[in-house]
């Protein structure tokens, strides 16, 4: 057998329920693989074994938890400063996609780069969502729509389909996550540190619910379609990169002219630069849904809202939607502001509405009756992110015409301090 077979093997034995009885076959499958699979595949680190000290059980596992633990921050750092997609980013790190997906959107110093926010980018998503009506969702735009409960709008586009590969993925990541009656737990390690967090049968089905939902979506209301011709020897050598499903994906959706909907867009730009593959994001998704009154404005500003603090870099910054966020927070800079006022960063946002969108903050957070040390903590902040990639002369320019703009004369302190601020930031 090979590798992943046996592997495969091992998370089926280990997830199969307590009361499940096992033959003598199995059990003797089971416990053989484990200890001839490092002799038989001594490359592959994917299953380990070791001795354990009944005394001092963590110790053993140290060694093996520093190696992880550093692994994973050195693949985390290449993501952080290199356009990696997301199923690259999960082979590296040795994880399946989901959970790939999910440590992405939890960590605040994470960002899902869905968006390079640049006006062409918006004016051709919408006019590939006017024009066509075939479209090809893979996995992570499903774990958006089931994360923001809107699954059940997607099929107001048109014909929605799945490669059959990603709904075997799907099935595969199910399988692997599946939640026994017991208590299951992490393991790991920390600034060196090992912890162990425990997780209950309830967590788990709440941390696995987009999963679920977006399997279920994809089985009942999609149209799953598959390849209509192999792989050549370069897109096997793009599969190396991407895993066989992602290459699937891709390749289906060039095969039978669909347009690609992804919130990956380094993932994207592969299926494009590559195969001719055009690809939308879910905020112009969001956008046609609400143009066609199919979802409501609230609707769109809740979902634009959980994007923003999930970490997505979008098309459309809005001050609407981040002075919302900004506002909840009570005007503190934290963590959860932080991550929103980001969406500035990107080097190939439109510099013209994203000073706009930053000017109008500066107004309304000046207009508050708040301390002027919070108004220039959040200022200062906003302004650094969008002068991280552009000249901040350029910026500091064009924030100071929009403020003039958004300001009347009856708020001529206001804008006394705001011009005070821009001349010292």
């Known amino acids: 057998m090979s590798a992943d077979i046996q592997l495969a093997y091992v998370e089926i034995f280990i997830a199969a329920p ?18 001839e699979f490092k002799e038989r595949f001594p490359k592959s680190t994917r299953l380990q074994s070791m001795p354990i000290d009944p005394e001092h059980p963590l110790d053993s596992i140290r060694a093996t938890l520093l ?6 921050e050195n693949v985390v750092d290449l993501y952080k400063h290199n356009r ?7 082979r590296l790190l040795g994880r399946d996609l989901y959970h790939s997906w999910l440590n992405i959107v939890a960590d605040a110093d994470l960002t899902l780069l869905s968006s390079d926010g640049t006006e062409q980018e918006h004016q051709e998503s919408q006019s590939l969502l006017t024009t066509r009506d075939g479209f090809l969702i893979e996995p992570i735009t499903l774990f958006t729509f089931s994360s923001l409960g809107l699954l059940d709008r997607l099929t107001k586009l048109g014909d929605i389909c799945v490669a059959q590969r990603s709904l075997d993925q799907l099935h595969e990541l199910q399988a692997r996550r599946r939640t026994a009656d017991r208590q299951t737990g992490v393991i790991g390690m920390v600034d060196g540190e090992v912890f162990v967090h425990e997780i209950t049968p309830e967590e788990a089905v709440r941390t696995n619910s987009a999963l679920t939902d977006a399997a279920h979506w994809a089985e009942k209301h999609s149209r799953v379609v ?3 011709e192999p792989l050549t020897k370069d897109d096997k050598k793009w599969a190396r990169v991407l895993g066989v499903p992602a290459m699937a994906a891709m390749l289906v959706a060039k095969q039978r002219a669909l347009v690609l909907l992804t919130d990956d867009k380094n993932f994207g730009d592969i299926a494009k630069q590559n195969y001719g593959v055009s690809f939308v ?4 998704v969001l956008i046609r849904l609400a143009a066609l009154k199919f979802i409501s404005q609230e609707d769109y500003d809740r979902a634009v809202l959980k994007l923003f ?3 997505y870099t979008l098309t459309n910054v809005n001050d609407d939607h981040l002075f919302t966020i900004i506002s909840a927070e009570q005007f503190q800079l934290t963590t959860r502001v932080k991550r929103a006022l980001r969406a500035f960063e990107p080097a190939t946002i439109a510099l013209v509405p994203a000073c706009a969108a930053v000017a109008g903050l500066v107004v309304r957070i000046y207009i508050e009756s708040i301390p002027d040390q919070m108004r220039e903590q ?7 992110a969008l002068a991280a990639n552009h000249p901040k002369i350029q910026v500091k320019r ?3 015409e929009f403020v003039q703009q958004r300001m009347t004369p009856v708020l001529a302190l206001q804008l006394a301090k705001i011009v005070r601020l821009l001349n010292r930031w």
């Open 281 to 284: 994001n879910s905020q112009a």
């Open 378 to 384: 959040l200022s200062f902040y906003m302004l650094d």
């Open 226 to 228: 598959g390849l209509t």
């Open 67 to 72: 190696k992880a633990s550093k692994r994973t």
């Open 84 to 90: 990696i997609p997301i199923p690259t980013f999960s």
């Open 18 to 35: 307590d009361d499940l009885e096992r033959s003598p076959q199995e059990i003797s499958q089971f416990q053989m693989i484990l200890t």
């Open 309 to 311: 603090e999930s970490g």
């Open 398 to 400: 064009l924030v100071y």
